[in-house]
């Protein structure tokens, strides 16, 4: 069995007195997709800020494609090709959508040491940038100021600069957080398209995103995994169905 | 620092040939000064001269404030710097240029490089109080120089020669020679910002965590435009210290720090050309003001306070909105 | 090096850093409620000497001229607040750091026109000159001890005031999250208005009370400004707590590094280069102090809950 494209080893964090992750243990395969999902307040964003780096873990280990990143800060796993989108939209909103793109290839395009040469000139770049604009739908709207653009179009704005990054490992924060239906269904579609060409660690709300598009899900509440398994084996867990839907109903 | 004062004008900026009227405008009247002034005007050209170098400041300054964020409260011990490094050398014997030049920009580098590497470790309000602390530092380490004049500083006899020859001496000659570093340093600013380097530092200035999340190392990037500004003010102390043949504590007080950011500030942040009009602007405009009342203070610290509370982007800011207006 | 040298420096050192702390108090105030950096807030404190000076020599006695004074002092900060700094709060840093630049440049100059360049001074208060014995062979002005004491005692009052009453809770809360006290329903303005004009008395009291000891001139409140922003940086910004220890500890450093940084390093350099190296590394000693915290702690030692 081939490794693991990202291994969780017993990662804990604490903020005070309060256990946001506790004792978290999780495989993501090469090409697969997996969803957590758990009540508000489970401690998912955490975990993903503590896979990207953002966050420093109180204990456990990380280890992507068999490296152990723990130590290593948010940009040096960016750099190895560890991609995410963030769950309140977080672009450069003074930049057109294309130039936001363009800077995302652009580090993963050589040193960015480069003093002299006008950057918004370099078709390479801006090729790759258009590529993935296109993947998600915004060709149209490539000019325009990523201040300016409407909240589905942020959202898909974020996973084309995850695109262009050349990801090995996807991390989306609640992509669809706030999206209207018809966004949704466009954002899901895209997904669905990404599906296989990289590992997909996904945190979603939206129950039928999930069971539609997850290899595999895991249930978190209070920072622990409740359960974890195939949708079908989920969904039928009964402490799953307790958890959500109250004792009796389980 | 992400606020529309500080982001409206690097945009403009760096829209293809951009306002290049605007500078040409400047570098014209610049080299065609001493010609209008004529044969025995020294005094008004030793005045523009003064422009351009604390210009040269601060576009340095506009470098890391208005495309980089960074508001540094300690420029001006850079100028500081350079001047020393000159002014040292000089006495000593070591006046030449080639000597004195590197000498500033290495010196004035290693400072920003040193200190910049613990500043860059603090945001916001800490990071302008620390810059001011190194700068008093350096302000304090100069005045107990004693041998090198302390508080009263030094005077040097004469001005840098270049390879033994002292065309420096003519004031004219000296005029060109520091226009021409002006636009040198223009120049170098305009590319830099365009760059990938410019491109990672102003998106840092916007969104720091998106641009690690990326993969760039910010505080690198950050560093080193801390470096090439300080190195920028160095080359100014430089031909202050020519200018005016004297070095002294007083060209690092954080008051000094202070104005450099007005100038800035007047001139329109993060729009590169707003630091030549707003070193102008300030130059000028005191030495103008101080020769109708030797109270002038009591008339610029009320026109900066409108300045800031009805000019947002300074004095470029309010002449786009004046042309708008007049549409 | 002498003991009675040291027990004297000592205690100058507490005046310093209780002076600091009145001063510092303030700001770290008006900076933590209101996210306003108020460069001016040293000409408060000049304010404060030149009308305690001005209020003496029109009534002669020195409890007028503090009443008067302080009473001026929160007039005019008032004034202040409400012609300028109110515009400013929803203002950037560097334009708030801009306007009051443009303030303290107005005021130098305007203490010049109304009073004069030349320094000024003010007599101690009959009641407490002259010197006490403390011990056998140290003599301490009496002065300088009032100046201690109610600067304790302030600082005691300014504790109570903040953790005790409702008003404090807000501005501790206001410190920590401003927009949030807004939106719970509290009138933010007068809070505002209140801590300003608190911050502006102590400012005003701190130069009232120094005036017979230093001389009054323009440009004195420069150097205080630069030490009471080096104190609130290292205490945390919107800490009373914070302010109260660094600005002690600001003002032990300051006067004990001086006097004595010469004879220290003395015990590891030959006599010549210690007084060369001796007063200029003095004069740095506080700003080294600030890098070193702030190396460790990049937002200072006790920054309020909520920021750094």
């Known amino acids: 069995m081939s490794e693991p494209a990202l291994r969780l080893e017993s990662l804990s964090k604490r903020f005070g007195g309060i256990v946001v992750s506790d004792d978290v243990t999780l495989d993501i395969a090469a090409g697969e997709l997996h969803a957590i999902i758990g009540p508000n307040g489970a401690g998912k964003t955490t975990l993903i800020n503590q896979i990207s780096g953002l966050l420093p873990s109180d204990g456990g280990r990380i280890l992507f494609e068999g490296h152990d990143i723990t130590a290593l800060p948010a940009h040096a796993r960016a750099a190895l090709g560890l991609a995410r989108s963030f769950q309140i939209t977080s672009v450069l909103p003074g930049f057109s959508a294309l130039q936001n793109v363009a800077l995302a290839a652009q580090a993963h395009d050589g040193s960015s040491f480069h003093f002299f040469g006008r950057a918004d000139d370099e078709e390479a770049l801006n090729a790759r940038a258009r590529a993935a604009l296109a993947e998600v739908g915004l060709s149209e709207r490539a000019g325009e100021a990523a201040g300016r653009l409407s909240h589905g179009e942020k959202r898909a704005l974020e996973i084309a600069i995850a695109l262009a990054m050349q990801p090995r490992l996807l991390l989306l924060d609640e992509p669809m957080a706030g999206t209207g239906h018809d966004e949704t269904a466009t954002l899901a579609a895209m997904l669905r398209r990404l599906k296989g060409r990289f590992p997909i660690l996904l945190i979603e709300h939206d129950m039928n995103v999930v069971f539609s598009l997850a290899d595999r899900v895991s249930v978190m509440v209070y920072g622990r995994i409740l359960a974890s398994g195939t949708p079908a084996e989920v969904r039928a867990d009964p402490r799953v169905i307790a958890a959500y839907l109250g004792e009796e109903a389980a | 620092m992400t606020d529309a004062a500080l982001n409206a004008a690097p945009r403009r900026l760096l829209a293809r040939r951009a306002g290049l009227w605007r500078p040409l405008a400047l570098f014209a009247v610049l080299l065609v000064l001493p010609v209008v002034f004529g044969a025995q005007a020294d005094y008004a050209l030793s005045l523009i001269e003064r422009v351009m170098i604390f210009a040269i400041a601060a576009l340095g300054l506009d470098l890391i404030v208005g495309f980089g964020g960074l508001v540094s409260f300690g420029q001006a011990a850079f100028i500081g710097l350079g001047a020393y490094a000159a002014g040292i050398l000089a006495f000593h014997g070591f006046g030449d240029t080639l000597l004195a030049l590197p000498a500033a920009l290495a010196l004035s580098a290693l400072f920003a490089a040193a200190t910049g590497a613990i500043c860059l470790r603090t945001k916001g309000v800490y990071f302008i109080m620390i810059t001011l602390a190194f700068g008093q530092m350096a302000f304090f380490i100069a005045s107990s120089l004693a041998p090198y004049g302390g508080d009263d500083g030094l005077t040097l006899r004469a001005r840098s020669t270049i390879l033994g020859f002292a065309p420096l001496a003519d004031e004219r000659v000296f005029y060109y020679v520091t226009c021409a570093g002006l636009l040198g340093i223009y120049l170098l600013c305009r590319a830099l910002i365009g760059s990938r380097f410019g491109r990672v530092l102003r998106g840092a200035k916007e969104n720091p965590t998106r641009m690690a999340a990326l993969g760039y190392e910010v505080f690198r990037y950050q560093l080193v435009a801390y470096v090439i500004a300080g190195a920028i003010g160095g080359l100014a102390g430089f031909l202050l210290a020519n200018a005016t043949n004297f070095v002294s504590p007083a060209y690092m007080s954080w008051q000094r720090s202070g104005e450099l950011i007005v100038m800035v500030m007047l001139g329109g942040i993060g729009t590169l050309d707003g630091a030549i009009i707003g070193a102008a602007a300030y130059i000028l405009g005191s030495e103008y003001l101080s020769q109708l009342t030797e109270h002038w203070a009591m008339l610029f610290g009320p026109f900066l306070v409108l300045v800031v509370l009805f000019a947002r982007g300074g004095l470029i800011g309010l002449a786009a909105r004046l042309r708008r207006g007049a549409r | ?308």
Do not use: C
């Open chain 3, 1 to 308: 090096m002498s003991l009675l040298l040291l027990i004297v420096q000592t205690l100058n050192g507490l005046q310093l850093g209780v002076l600091l702390f009145l001063i510092a108090a303030g700001l770290t105030l008006v900076f933590g409620v209101m996210d306003f950096i108020n460069l001016a807030h040293g000409v408060q404190y000049m304010l404060g000497a030149y009308l305690a000076v001005m209020f003496y020599t029109l009534t002669g006695s020195f409890l007028a001229a503090l009443v008067l004074a302080l009473l001026a002092s929160l007039a005019f900060g008032l004034l202040l607040e409400f012609a300028v700094f109110r515009h400013l709060y929803e203002r950037d840093h560097l334009e708030q750091v801009i306007a009051t630049f443009g303030i303290i440049l107005f005021l130098n100059e305007g203490v010049k026109v109304a009073w004069g360049a030349s320094p000024l001074s003010l007599p101690v208060p009959d009641a407490f000159s002259g010197s006490v014995v403390l011990m056998p062979g140290l003599l301490y002005p009496v002065w300088r001890i009032v100046i201690i004491a109610a600067g304790l005692a302030l600082a005691a009052l300014l504790y109570v005031l903040v953790t005790w009453t409702r008003a404090g809770m807000l501005v501790r809360a206001g410190a920590s999250n401003a927009r949030m006290v807004s939106v719970l329903g509290v009138n933010i303005r007068r809070l505002f208005m209140i801590v300003f004009g608190f911050g502006t008395m102590l400012a005003g009291f701190a130069g009232i009370m120094i005036a017979p000891i230093l001389s009054v001139q323009p440009g004195m409140g420069d150097t205080v400004l630069i030490l009471a922003f080096v104190v609130i940086v290292i205490g945390g910004i919107g800490s009373i707590r914070g302010a109260f220890l660094a600005a002690l500890l600001i003002g032990l450093v300051d006067t004990l590094g001086r006097s004595f940084s010469v004879d220290i390093l003395r015990l590891v350099m030959a006599p010549s280069p210690a007084r060369t190296v001796g007063p200029a590394i003095a004069s740095m000693l506080i700003y080294l102090l600030m890098a070193l915290v702030l190396f460790f702690r990049p937002a200072g030692l006790f920054p309020a809950k909520g920021r750094g």
